[in-house]
């Protein structure tokens, strides 16, 4: 039986302990070399420790008193995901490595878990569409594709954090709502830790920079955590929401990644070579500050994933209909991007062609 005491005290001291593992562990990053540093697509000011990431998963991983042989799998795939993270904030690694161990994670929610996708319900508006033999080959391209899409996600001061604690809130409520759910109440630990992270990522507080970043491992953990729970939710005869509305759940990261990625496919570069075209990158050089960006992506991000989850548990409109719809709002995002992207580029050059015309 769940113990509500246990699992409160758990939520506070997962809190703080976060709190102190940044503290005692700033230093000993910067001492060792775990930080990022500034670059021509990375504006931030000074070396920043990569920490967030490790803090977050050993609070969680500490509460070991509330795991059940689900969530001991889900330490074991997550921890996998933190040590190919540090590694890659240490010293870059092969994205060739990354996806290996990506894979072998999402092969442990499958095996060991048993989470997988093994239903798309009537997607197109044929009927269901079971996936059979196929379910463990897209289980883990959906996993991995989740992984990388909050990875990327991450590009300024509070994003990937705000928007993965939103999400984690949402299945908290939907759990209080739907306690009959396959949801896992133990993995709702990371909400405190990532709160407690936040408050050193945030530009809050008379800050004018995060103290502490994420790293890969951070935005890989949170992706995949939040892959987790989804698929959790959306399968099974107790799922309470469709796969369909995952899409909505994670709207804004799957639409920035699968947007970045056809431009690069189109402009022939390599689809994931790193840019400065997502849209928290495009939001900042068209003048917005960083607070200012991340106020309006959470905002697109909370209507979209309200109206995903609305549309389906309150008035149970067709998973396809949702779907076309989800699509025709992608191809809305890809081409306002697209546009976006040009009347910057003709601004730029007006710029400089009057700056130069200006020095004569």
């Known amino acids: 039986m769940f113990n509500t005491h246990l699992f409160w005290y758990s939520v506070t001291l997962c809190f703080f302990m976060t709190l102190l593992a940044i503290v005692v562990l700033k230093p000993i990053a910067a001492k060792v070399g775990l930080t990022d540093q500034p670059n021509s697509r990375k504006k931030h000011q000074g070396e920043i420790p990569l920490i967030g990431g ?58 060991w878990a048993g989470y997988e996708i093994t239903s798309l319900d009537n997607l197109f508006g044929f009927g269901e569409i079971q996936l059979g033999a196929f379910s463990t080959l897209f289980t883990v391209f959906a996993v991995v594709g989740g992984i990388n899409a909050f990875n990327m996600i991450d590009g300024i001061d509070g994003l990937a954090g705000s928007m993965a604690l939103l999400i ?96 690069r496919f189109f402009e022939g570069k390599s689809m994931f070579d790193a840019d400065r075209n997502h849209i928290h990158h495009v939001l900042i050089d068209a003048g917005f500050g960083v607070n200012q960006t991340l106020v309006i992506i959470l905002f697109f991000s909370v209507t979209l994933t309200t109206f995903g989850l609305a549309a389906d548990i309150l008035f149970n409109i067709p998973a396809w209909f949702m779907f076309y719809l989800f699509i025709s709002l992608f191809i809305t995002y890809y081409l306002a991007v697209i546009f976006s992207s040009r009347v910057m580029k003709g601004s730029r050059h007006l710029e400089e062609k009057t700056l130069k015309e200006a020095n004569f």
């Open 54 to 111: 490790l803090t977050i998963y050993l609070s969680v991983f500490s509460m070991q008193n509330l795991i059940g042989q689900a969530n001991t799998a889900y330490l074991a795939a997550a921890g996998l995901i933190i040590l190919c993270g540090l590694a890659d904030d240490f010293k870059n690694i092969s994205f060739k490595i990354r996806l290996v161990i990506e894979i072998i994670a999402s092969l442990i929610m499958i095996k």
């Open 168 to 263: 984690f809130v949402i299945f908290a409520i939907l759990e209080a709502l739907f306690p009959s759910s396959n949801i896992s109440i133990p993995l709702l630990l990371i909400i405190p830790s990532v709160l407690a992270f936040l408050l050193f990522n945030l530009r809050i507080f008379g800050k004018k920079k995060a103290s502490v970043f994420l790293g890969d491992a951070g935005s890989m953990l949170l992706g995949f955590t939040i892959c987790w729970l989804i698929i959790s939710a959306s399968q099974g005869q107790d799922r309470i929401i469709s796969p369909v509305t995952a899409l909505w759940v994670i709207a804004i990261p799957v639409l920035d990644t699968v947007c970045i990625m056809l431009r």
